[in-house]
């Protein structure tokens, strides 16, 4: 098992920044996958963005690639996401997790198997 805790999520204006971070404890981090996800008020949660076990491999969804950036620490068991140019349409809250099985990708909740317990970012516009 491992334990992740989000930080770094509040309120920013439209075409604001934030930085996000997920600090690992537990099992062997840099073996797994890491992943960020998003949940809206009445919306299923959405991948946001993956970095693979090495940290040479990162894919992101279509509607941030060129705005988010995510990356990965192995020696400090830690994973960031630097958000830029947020619009209010990604108010929601956001989640690391880490893939259930070691060096494999997935965009999909369901190949997760440990979560955070989020953390709020909120847009305005």
């Known amino acids: 098992q491992v334990q992740l805790v989000e930080s770094g999520g509040g309120l920013v204006q439209a075409g604001g920044s934030l930085r996000l971070s997920c600090a690992a404890s537990g099992r062997t981090f840099s073996s797994y996958t890491m992943g960020w996800f998003r949940q809206a008020p009445g919306k299923e949660r959405e991948f946001v963005a993956l970095i693979g076990w090495t940290g040479d491999s990162t894919y992101y969804t279509k509607s941030v690639k060129g705005r988010f950036t995510i990356s990965r620490d192995n020696a400090k068991n830690t994973m960031n996401l630097q958000m830029n140019s947020l619009n209010p349409e990604e108010t929601a809250v956001y989640y690391c997790?880490?893939?259930?099985?070691?060096?494999?990708?997935?965009?999909?909740?369901?190949?997760?198997?440990?979560w955070g317990q989020g953390t709020q970012v909120t847009v305005s516009s």
């Open positions: 997790a880490a893939a259930a099985r070691p060096r494999t990708f997935a965009t999909t909740p369901s190949d997760y198997s440990n």
